[in-house]
């Protein structure tokens, strides 16, 4: 199969008008020594109908079990209307939005997005997202040493692992020092954080509801930070909590960062996802990423374009702020969808999640060791002896119980992070509590 | 066409204008230079305390598709910076060489004034460029 | 057009939530009191999007040629596949045995890409152009720490993206850039000059943001590696050369290519796209971690990588993006791979000489997969932007424009290859046209576009009072 139209007959005719008489004199600027003299070893190519399946085959080589599984990749339902916008290809196919004339469609969009994200989180300005939570917390860290001309990074060890192992990639790069701060009770520890901040402390970075699932105390670890005059963020990784929590623009945060997929991506094996980022109103010079902004055309109509793009790489290449290009257009436009349909009932969706996870946790309490408090959102951690051989067992029964901790936390062996979405029926949620009992 | 170039100013091969007074030096982009960037949008200023180096980056100017930078045209302590741009970054184009100055320095060295340009020798230089 | 906050009407709903089964437990933690979201109906939702999706324009919509970015069609059985729910609905922490599907479909393209690009080894981790690039840059830089050797520059052409100096800033290093010359390529004697034991490397795009291929790359790879430097190739422009000449062959030391260029997954107004790396052998351990790998007949994450730079995002990449990319490799196969580029030089050089009897084109040679024309000597001052303009009038998307910056306003085209010469056609006659619009009628030129839903927009007042928000 291929997607060339021209006909060998166009394909001369091309040729003769250009002046050259094979399409090998194309590509004469290439050095012989270089070109390739045998064909590239790849499989042949097939047919549409061939493909399918091929392609049917290896996803049925995947197992769908029901899933207990969180850890900053959560499955939540996905209202059909969503997947019916983004599969409209005057998206999908579509560019970044450098002509706003032509795409008032997708500016619009982003522009709701960032209202939506700024009236979560409680923040004055929404960017149009970042690539993932991740990439979206490691790109804090330049913001905090920009901001302060400070170079060391106070990170809760109570963030995502992954998260964190991002931050210092990027730190790294930046000669940035980190110091991660434990945890006590499956929060972070604020009497070692309180010892560890000093007058280089550029930022301070937490995760709430953290990767244990508990939330954290955000107003008391902001003051914290801010008697230190660092900057202070704070990481949502599961956003469904935003219903229902109070917005972390209320208990001090000066920049909100996140993982948005909860909002009508699907889980995916990781990706796509979408990097939600949110600052107060000083911070929107140094914010990274696309802004859309509202304005007026030559007839007065109001539009929407992107703007303060002179912070941006394109313009002020190595002074930029940041080097991202891009941004997850379509999954912000997916989440943006997902938040206009579930609108305010994405408090009940948060309140179900809050109700399924705690019934589990209260049913386990009875005879598991739970190793922290009730104070967490959809997901807490459980002690379960012998717990390889008691996850064998769950998989055989079709259930995912959980994600291990261990190879995250040694010091956490046997220990489970299980989570309950909205999606969990109170059958499945009692055959887990069977199988792990 | 531009405004004249007041004949009390020196400037710089940048557009840069600077106005010595006593031992403090305020300076800005001529209006030439703000006709070049079109409509300014942002301009980014130093903080109070930064020692300036002659020649060397002092602020952004920010016009929608540009980010240029301003350069120091005397060596010096950043004293003051012009708040007003923060709001108004149009006093810039409105008003390159009054409203729209951008920082004042305490000079260090008097003499790289004089190695600036006279407003007649900027006038003929721009005509040239 | 009003928002959705504009139509939202108070006890409305597009979604209804069940019942809780369980108990409804007390909730122990502080709660915020309001949540302002819209409150629609799912007609609303649905008429508000599908209006919106009216007021954009993808490539399912028209020619697209906009240089650099390589719109080309993106093929609607990988959209298909990509959204079956075995692939959709796995967890990325999920067992290995229960993912071997996943894991088998990453492990072949990141054995694709090798082949493809001449690398001996490829992560699938960065999830855009710019991110592989920032991650192709810090493994250079670890390369050198682990060595011992303080090397603190790194060298960019002066006809580079705008990512290329801004990743080598972001890691510390400081920037020189090179020169290009009356050719278009790199200026080998201001690359000697330069060259000094502090330099780590260069980054070069090849074919360049000229459409051009350098001539001199192979002795560019030698004066580097000479000096102990490594060779970065930004991969942008992968298209033009795909099934004809490997990079790793030519001598780069590090490639990012990108999957929603070269591989035809969808750009989605920017994004999710997908920008795996490939390196050589010698910079293998500095990968982020972690790979793909096969252990006897199974599939399995590696997380071994010695010396790696560490993570760039959390879990594997862009897993959906590289089941496109995956379903497109084998779909068109080995002989397609090399038919893309063969078609998208065609179809380049084909408009190229048709266009640059009507428009200025400095750099007049056989082109890759895109060439850049200007306005120099546009009657009546009609500039670069206002051609864009009148093009969307005429249901065309424009061209890059005023990229590369050293050509004074740039209009850069790319037609790839799955454009048919009857396209191609009608956009060159609209180029001649409105050439013709701008020496009698230069003001409908400079007001357009007229036929779109708002006409040129005030960027300045936009940016001096950003209104990044609707208000509450």
Not at chain 3, 183 to 211: H, I, Q, R, W
Request: glycine fraction near 6%; charged fraction near 25%; charge should be negative.
């Amino acid at each position: 199969m291929n997607f060339i139209p021209n006909t060998a007959e166009q394909r001369r005719d091309m040729l003769k008008d250009i002046g050259v008489s094979e399409i090998k004199d194309l590509f004469k600027d290439i050095p012989e020594s270089i070109r390739l003299k045998t064909p590239l070893k790849l499989p042949k190519g097939m047919s549409e109908l061939e493909l399918r399946r091929a392609m049917s085959e290896l996803a049925d080589k995947n197992k769908q079990l029901v899933s207990f599984q969180g850890a900053g990749a959560y499955s939540h339902f996905i209202p059909a209307v969503v997947n019916h916008i983004i599969s409209r290809s005057e998206f999908y196919t579509a560019y970044t939005p450098y002509q706003p004339e032509l795409s008032q469609g997708i500016l619009q969009a982003i522009f709701e997005y960032q209202t939506m994200i700024c009236r979560l989180t409680g923040m004055a300005v929404a960017n149009a997202s970042m690539y993932d939570g991740a990439s979206a917390l490691a790109e804090t860290a330049i913001i905090c040493k920009t901001r302060t001309k400070r170079n060391e990074l106070i990170i809760s060890k109570t963030i995502h692992p992954e998260y964190r192992e991002t931050v210092r990639t990027y730190a790294n790069a930046n000669s940035m020092k980190v110091v991660e701060v434990d945890f006590e009770e499956g929060k972070t520890d604020m009497k070692k954080l309180k010892s560890l901040i000093n007058e280089n402390t550029a930022g301070v970075m937490i995760q709430s509801p953290n990767f244990f699932g508990m939330v954290e105390d955000v107003k008391a670890i902001g003051n914290i930070a801010h008697e230190k005059n660092s900057v202070f963020v704070v990481c949502v990784n599961e956003a469904t909590s935003l219903a229902l929590l109070n917005p972390p623009g209320d208990l001090g945060a000066d920049i909100v960062v996140g993982e948005g997929q909860s909002f009508g991506n699907a889980v995916n094996f990781g990706g796509p996802y979408l990097g939600i980022m949110a600052v107060k109103s000083d911070f929107v010079r140094q914010i990274p990423g696309r802004l859309v902004g509202e304005t007026t055309d030559t007839e007065g109509r109001k539009g929407y374009l992107l703007t303060l793009q002179a912070r941006e790489q394109h313009i002020r290449r190595e002074k930029a702020t940041s080097n991202i290009c891009s941004n997850e257009a379509l999954c912000a436009l997916a989440a943006g969808v997902y938040l206009a349909a579930t609108g305010k009932k994405l408090r009940d969706i948060a309140k179900l999640n809050y109700y399924n996870s705690h019934y589990l946790y209260n049913e386990l309490k009875k005879h598991e060791k739970i190793l922290f408090g009730n104070d967490f959102f959809n997901e807490f951690v459980v002690k379960i002896n012998g717990l390889d051989e008691c996850f064998e067992k769950a998989v055989k029964s079709g259930i995912i119980p959980g994600v291990k901790l261990e190879r995250f936390y040694p010091e956490l062996k046997d220990c489970l992070l299980v989570c309950a979405t909205e999606t969990a029926t109170k059958k499945q949620l009692d055959k887990l509590l069977e199988v792990l009992g | 066409m531009a405004k004249e170039n007041p004949s009390d100013n020196r400037y710089t091969r940048e557009h840069e204008w600077v106005k010595v007074e006593g031992s403090i030096a305020t300076m800005g982009i001529t209006d030439v230079a703000q006709e070049l960037l079109t409509d300014v949008v942002f301009v980014e200023l130093p903080e109070i305390g930064k020692k300036a180096e002659q020649m060397k980056p002092l602020c952004v100017v920010e016009s929608v598709k540009s980010a240029s930078d301003v350069f120091a045209p005397v060596s010096g302590e950043v004293v003051e910076v012009n708040d007003e741009l923060k709001n108004h970054p149009e006093l810039v184009n409105q008003d390159a060489f009054n409203k729209g100055w951008m920082v004042k320095l305490k000079v260090k060295d008097k003499d790289e004034v004089n190695k600036l340009m006279t407003a007649e020798e900027y006038d003929s230089f721009t005509k040239e460029s | 057009m009003k928002t959705i906050f504009e139509i939202s009407s108070s006890g409305r709903t597009a979604v209804e939530i069940p019942e809780p089964e369980v108990p409804e437990e007390e909730i122990v933690l502080e709660q915020r009191d309001e949540l302002n979201l819209p409150e629609v109906s799912e007609i609303d939702v649905i008429r508000h999007y599908t209006a919106l999706s009216r007021r954009n324009f993808g490539v399912d919509n028209g020619f697209y040629p906009l240089g650099s970015c390589t719109m080309k069609y993106n093929p609607k059985i990988n959209e298909d596949v990509s959204r079956f729910s075995g692939f959709t609905t796995m967890h990325p922490y999920s067992p290995e045995k229960l993912v071997q599907g996943n894991l088998r479909i990453m492990y072949e393209l990141q054995e694709y890409l090798k082949e493809i690009l001449g690398m001996d080894a490829v992560t699938l981790q960065p999830a855009a152009g710019a991110h592989g690039e920032l991650t192709g840059v810090m493994i250079i830089k670890a390369y050198f720490e682990s060595r011992g050797e303080k090397r603190n520059k790194m060298l960019v052409a002066d006809s580079a993206h705008g990512t290329n100096p801004a990743s080598v800033s972001l890691c510390g290093f400081e920037l020189e850039e090179v020169k290009s010359t009356s050719m278009g390529e790199l200026d080998l004697d201001d690359l000697k000059n330069k060259m000094s034991k502090d330099v780590a490397g260069l980054m070069l795009t090849n074919p360049n943001t000229l459409g051009l291929f350098d001539r001199n790359v192979v002795k560019i790879a030698e004066i580097l590696h000479k000096n102990g430097s490594l060779l970065y190739c930004d991969g942008a422009n992968m298209n033009a050369n795909t099934g004809i000449a490997k990079p790793g062959d030519i001598g780069y030391d590090v490639i990012h290519v990108n999957l929603h260029k070269t591989f035809s997954t969808p750009h989605g107004c920017g994004g999710p796209g997908s920008g795996p790396v490939g390196v050589k052998k010698h910079l293998a351990d500095f990968l982020p971690a972690p790979m793909v790998a096969k252990s006897r007949e199974e599939y399995v994450l590696d997380y071994r990588i010695r010396k790696s730079i560490g993570r760039m995002k959390a879990f594997y990449g862009n897993f959906n993006v590289m089941v496109k990319a995956y379903a497109y490799i084998r779909a068109i196969g080995a002989e397609g791979i090399r038919a893309v580029a063969e078609n998208a030089v065609l179809n380049a050089n084909y408009m190229r000489v048709k266009l640059m009897k009507h428009y200025h084109l400095q750099y007049n040679r056989i082109c890759q997969h895109e060439f850049v024309l200007s306005d120099e000597g546009m009657p009546n001052h009609v500039t670069t932007l206002d051609i864009a303009k009148r093009l969307l009038d005429y249901g065309f998307h424009p061209p890059t424009i005023y990229f590369p910056l050293i050509i004074h306003g740039a209009i850069m085209i790319e037609p790839n290859e799955t454009e048919s010469k009857e396209t191609m056609d009608s956009f060159i006659d609209t180029m001649i046209g409105i050439r013709e619009e701008a020496e009698k009628n230069p003001d409908l030129v400079k007001k357009a576009p007229l036929t779109t839903p708002v006409t040129r927009l005030d960027g300045v007042q936009a940016a001096r009072n950003p209104k990044l928000c609707y208000p509450c």
